[in-house]
């Protein structure tokens, strides 16, 4: 408020030597005006033609004192006028402020969607206020803008600066609403392609949800394609709206619009190659359909259950409740095992196994049939197909029994494993068999 003060000041103090110029441009204007072309004349006219000159000048110079009088009062009465406004604008923002603080705090609720606070009370009210104070500045601005060029234009010499400032706030104006007319026709070109492109995404979106809710069956087009392939969909036709559109926004083509342009498709091929990288790599691996939610897989040496699976990573939950994540790009490169894809209805299961050693003095037919009822009694573990003994290796002291059995609970494999291994252990034991294997070495020449 005083920096206001101190610039209507200072144009009151400019004000009688401002005036004083054009008082004497006013005064050269009249005299200017009454002045003849000379005539020769003598005498007694000569005489009377000098005397009604001067008479002419008095009241030419009185009327311009008039005139001087009534502008320089008309000017300070704005002025005046003005300081009235903004001390009455100031007065009635403060009480607004004052009444806001009063009575907010019990009016005002908290901005909530859905339980989700947005915004206290206490932060609408300082929005609130802060857009009073804009407001303000704003309204005084406007009239300092008013005030300035109408006292200018009171007198010739500051004329053609009151025509100047008005300028600078006419011209943008006139420019800005003449720019928004022509752009009008444009506008609507782009609001029915906009439209054009929601209902179209609407249509894509309704035939996507059928497809994954398996009322809609395309062969070789599986129910999971559904939500990628929507997405990849919504991306180019919003592409391709974008490149439609772009011809008719407004500046288009301007070399700076051009130039900012191509400098952020720099910036974003430059920035993130990594992350289109793992981008088009989740596309992929989307396609390839290597595992899904639910999932155990084994991806490097981390065997776990998929979790998450978005277009940059893959998470996996170990059976020690660890989350490993994984870099779309990482597992587009490396081998993957699903141990769920042999678990499905139509499958036999997932073949679990178990490899011991047992010495030749021991029957191969009485191993295999310990290692066969070991299995048939651990607990998930299918009974058909029954499980079978592979002889993987027959070494110098003791022949490699391996035992394969089906399970279709994948999530227990860890627990299986552990009866299985008590369940054997428990076979031997019971049929008097000692499970060590002897070690025997040849020793010659002392060594």
């Given at each position: 408020m005083?920096?206001?003060?101190?610039l209507?000041?200072?144009?009151?103090?400019?004000l009688?030597?401002?005036?004083?110029?054009a008082?004497?441009?006013?005064?050269?204007?009249?005299e200017?005006?009454?002045?003849?072309?000379?005539?020769?004349?003598s005498?007694?006219?000569?005489?009377?033609?000098?005397i009604?000159?001067d008479?002419?000048?008095?009241?030419?110079?009185?009327k311009?004192?008039?005139?001087?009088?009534?502008?320089?009062g008309?000017?300070?009465?704005?002025?005046?006028?003005?300081?009235?406004?903004?001390?009455?604008?100031?007065y009635l923002?403060?009480?607004?402020n004052?009444k806001?603080?009063?009575d907010?705090?019990?009016?005002?609720?908290?901005?909530?969607?859905?339980k989700?606070?947005?915004l206290?009370?206490?932060?609408?009210?300082?929005i609130?206020?802060d857009f009073?104070k804009?407001?303000?500045?704003?309204?005084?601005g406007?009239q300092?803008?008013?005030?300035?060029?109408i006292?200018f234009?009171?007198?010739s010499?500051?004329?053609?600066?009151?025509?100047?400032?008005f300028?600078y706030i006419?011209?943008?104006?006139k420019n800005?609403?003449?720019?928004?007319?022509?752009?009008?026709?444009?506008?609507f070109t782009?609001i029915v392609i906009?439209?054009?492109t929601?209902?179209v995404?609407?249509?894509?979106?309704?035939?996507a949800?059928q497809?994954e809710?398996?009322?809609?069956v395309?062969?070789?087009?599986?129910?999971?394609?559904?939500?990628p392939?929507l997405?990849i969909?919504?991306?180019?036709l919003w592409a391709?709206?974008?490149?439609?559109?772009y011809?008719?926004?407004?500046?288009?083509d301007?070399?700076?619009?051009?130039?900012?342009?191509v400098?952020?498709?720099?910036i974003?091929?430059?920035?993130?190659?990594?992350?289109?990288g793992?981008?088009v790599a989740?596309?992929?691996i989307?396609y390839?359909?290597?595992?899904?939610?639910g999932?155990?897989?084994q991806i490097?040496?981390i065997?776990?259950?998929?979790v998450e699976?978005?277009?940059m990573?893959?998470?996996l939950?170990?059976?020690k409740n660890?989350?490993?994540t994984f870099?779309n790009?990482?597992?587009?490169?490396s081998?993957?095992i699903n141990?769920n894809?042999?678990?499905?209805e139509d499958?036999?299961?997932?073949i679990?196994?178990a490899e011991i050693?047992?010495?030749y003095?021991?029957?191969?037919q009485?191993v295999h049939?310990i290692?066969?009822?070991?299995a048939?009694a651990t607990?998930?573990?299918q009974k058909k197909?029954?499980p079978f003994?592979l002889?993987?290796?027959?070494?110098?002291?003791?022949?490699?029994?391996?035992i394969?059995?089906?399970?279709?609970?994948?999530?227990k494999?860890?627990?299986?494993?552990?009866?299985?291994?008590?369940?054997?252990?428990?076979?031997?034991r019971?049929?008097?068999?000692d499970?060590?294997?002897a070690h025997?070495?040849?020793?010659?020449?002392?060594?």
């Amino acid at each position: 408020m005083r920096k206001i003060f101190g610039l209507l000041t200072v144009l009151f103090l400019l004000l009688p030597s401002v005036f004083s110029t054009a008082q004497e441009d006013d005064a050269d204007t009249l005299e200017e005006s009454y002045q003849e072309e000379p005539v020769t004349e003598s005498g007694a006219e000569a005489e009377v033609e000098e005397i009604w000159a001067d008479a002419v000048s008095s009241a030419s110079h009185a009327k311009i004192r008039l005139n001087f009088i009534e502008r320089l009062g008309i000017a300070l009465a704005i002025i005046a006028v003005q300081i009235l406004l903004f001390r009455l604008v100031w007065y009635l923002f403060r009480r607004l402020n004052v009444k806001l603080e009063q009575d907010g705090k019990d009016k005002i609720k908290p901005l909530t969607i859905k339980k989700f606070k947005l915004l206290s009370a206490k932060q609408i009210i300082n929005i609130i206020e802060d857009f009073f104070k804009i407001l303000k500045y704003v309204i005084i601005g406007v009239q300092l803008f008013l005030t300035i060029p109408i006292v200018f234009s009171f007198f010739s010499a500051t004329k053609n600066l009151a025509s100047t400032l008005f300028g600078y706030i006419l011209n943008p104006l006139k420019n800005i609403a003449i720019g928004t007319i022509r752009y009008i026709p444009n506008l609507f070109t782009i609001i029915v392609i906009v439209i054009v492109t929601r209902y179209v995404l609407r249509g894509i979106k309704f035939l996507a949800l059928q497809i994954e809710k398996g009322k809609l069956v395309i062969p070789g087009f599986y129910a999971d394609w559904a939500e990628p392939t929507l997405k990849i969909l919504q991306v180019l036709l919003w592409a391709f709206t974008v490149a439609i559109v772009y011809p008719y926004l407004p500046g288009s083509d301007s070399r700076a619009f051009q130039g900012v342009s191509v400098f952020v498709g720099i910036i974003f091929s430059l920035g993130s190659s990594t992350a289109i990288g793992n981008l088009v790599a989740g596309f992929v691996i989307t396609y390839m359909r290597p595992f899904k939610i639910g999932d155990r897989v084994q991806i490097k040496e981390i065997t776990g259950f998929v979790v998450e699976k978005n277009l940059m990573v893959v998470r996996l939950k170990t059976h020690k409740n660890e989350y490993v994540t994984f870099p779309n790009l990482m597992i587009l490169s490396s081998n993957i095992i699903n141990y769920n894809t042999s678990s499905d209805e139509d499958e036999e299961g997932l073949i679990i196994f178990a490899e011991i050693t047992f010495g030749y003095s021991t029957p191969w037919q009485t191993v295999h049939d310990i290692l066969i009822n070991a299995a048939l009694a651990t607990d998930h573990i299918q009974k058909k197909p029954k499980p079978f003994v592979l002889q993987t290796k027959l070494d110098d002291f003791y022949a490699c029994y391996q035992i394969n059995c089906y399970t279709k609970d994948v999530s227990k494999v860890p627990a299986i494993y552990t009866m299985l291994y008590e369940n054997i252990q428990n076979g031997f034991r019971e049929a008097d068999l000692d499970m060590t294997a002897a070690h025997y070495r040849v020793i010659t020449n002392g060594k």
